[in-house]
């Protein structure tokens, strides 16, 4: 059984970081494609980023792009958020998921397996 654990989260001001980290166990890390979405109070789950199994390719939503970067420490079965330039906007839980395909997928649905998120809060 495949158990992802979220960590890293809380409260910063607008213009922060934050830097969250999900440790991945129970099968062969390397051989998941990994993402980050997140959830805002009333709204749906959307996609944040993703990386390939390798961590040589990332995608990102156009709303975080060139503030967030996704990355992975396959050796430690670790992938990371690194959130510089924190909005408001950016409140939200996130959620980290690991999927068992080649395939880098930006729908939630496309997902096998999930954390159970972590709070990040960006206050004005």
């Known amino acids: 059984q495949v158990q992802l654990v979220e960590s890293g989260g809380g409260l910063v001001q607008a213009g922060g970081s934050l830097r969250l980290s999900c440790a991945v166990s129970?099968?062969?890390?390397?051989?998941?494609?990994m993402g980050w979405f997140r959830q805002a109070p009333g709204k749906e789950r959307e996609f944040v980023a993703a990386?390939?199994?390798?961590?040589?390719?990332?995608f990102y939503a156009d709303s975080v792009k060139g503030r967030f970067a996704i990355s992975r420490d396959n050796a430690k079965s670790t992938v990371y958020l690194q959130m510089n330039s924190l909005k408001p906007e950016d409140t939200a839980v996130y959620f980290c998921?690991?999927?068992?395909?080649?395939?880098?997928?930006?729908?939630?649905?496309?997902?096998?397996?999930w954390g159970q998120g972590t709070q990040v809060s960006v206050s004005s």
């Open positions: 998921a690991a999927e068992s395909t080649a395939v880098v997928y930006t729908t939630a649905r496309n997902y096998d397996y």
């Open positions: 129970g099968r062969l890390f390397s051989s998941y494609t």
């Open positions: 990386i390939t199994r390798s961590g040589i390719s990332t």
